[in-house]
């Protein structure tokens, strides 16, 4: 995934983009940038690798190296960025969130063009902002060229530009699939992924962008340059698990939305819950635990964190090169609370299930530390493609989904043909999914929320949000 933030405004910015940057620090784990402007240094970039230390460290030094009125910042988990363009449109530093899947055939048709290049990075690889650049620098306006991109890109693409005057330009997606927002303040404007971030800078919600909206700020005015489209299709996974908790997207809040979610859950399992004896009901750290607390309330079993992940010193972005030492470090994490789990029955709820591998070596440290017995709830459906829009799973391939992959040995390619069926809890294909798997990750029991779960939980029509994940529907 990633995030963005800029700012542009009467007064110096760029503590408020630093904050505003590292506010999206979840989105992603491998790369940060920030980019500046000021009348009198002109543009300015700063990029790190932030793989091994938090965006914060990195940057420290930041405000001894740049300065400027306006500013944008991004955090990735695919290029480095944001990049400094000179083009047809003039000199701006440009960042996006989203995805080219379909970018080699455009850099290939990109070349035919007399004289045109790329900056190849590792492997020939063309760093994928550089690539929308190329492509909005085939119209005569920024704007004209966004529009151009996003029609000729597969996938999706959010963009957000600073202008060598200390203007902002931004994007959403064509489709809105990914949220844009907009904060105001007396002194200027800020551009959001997550609207939490600006608020915390003291800007107040203004408006959230609309599928392939564009906008032009100022510090005194915002102009539209291209109105929204009329299809919306917003990442219901959001919600469900990337999206920060105090965040509000269309109207709906994160959090707010977990605890609904949990609420719709315990109602479905009310029969085995009867039958069942639970003591104790826990969400895997973090996004599963809101979803768990929403289901205790309507459960009326008591809520307990089982075991706690230690951050202060193994932060979320510290990723060994070494798939050993990551395993390592996912168990040196995860600190039981013994009286909590010795001799229980636990539920745990999780945001999803998506490959399973760090879902089993949790179960396997909760029955290792005494657990009687261990059943999981997934807060959203089984995922049954990977994502095409986001870039939200490191899967890259269908079948590197558990869900796909069990599927495929109950009875091959042919059960790709009843993955409806095998979504469905009540179906001898649904119920097969579930034992298996349950069998492969030590689960005393599995269900998932239903797709009509979920999109209850949310609250927006379903025409507006994109299911792809669960239900191949793009």
Known sequence: MGGFFGVTARTECLTDVFFGVDYHSHLGTRRAGLAAFDEKKGLQRSIHNIEN???????????SEMKGKAAIGCISDVDPQPLIVRSRQGVYAICMTGVINNAQALIERYLDIEGAHFDAMSGGNVNGTELLAALISQKLTIAEGIR??????DGTASVLILQNDGSLIAARDRFGRLPVSIGQREDGFAVSFEPFAYRKLGFEPMKELGPGEIVHLTPEALTQLAKPGKEKKICAFLWSYYGYPTSTYEGVNVETMRYRNGVIMARKDKKFLEENPIDYVGGVPDSGTPHAIGFSNESGLPFARAFIKYTPTWSRSFMPPKQTEREHIAKMKQIPVHELIEDQNLLFVDDSIVRGTQLKETVDFLYENGAKTVHMRSACPPIMYGCKFLNFSRATSDMDLISRRVIMELEGEEGFAHLDEYCDAETERGK???????????FASLEFQT????????????CELCTYCWNGKE
Do not use: Y
């Open 148 to 153: 151009f991109a996003q029609e000729k890109i």
């Open 53 to 63: 230390a938090p965006f914060r460290t990195k940057f420290a030094d930041v405000f």
């Open 451 to 462: 797709l009509d779960g979920i999109l209850e939980a949310i609250g927006l029509p379903e």
């Open 432 to 442: 097969n999914l579930r034992r298996t798997i349950s069998e492969k990750l030590h």
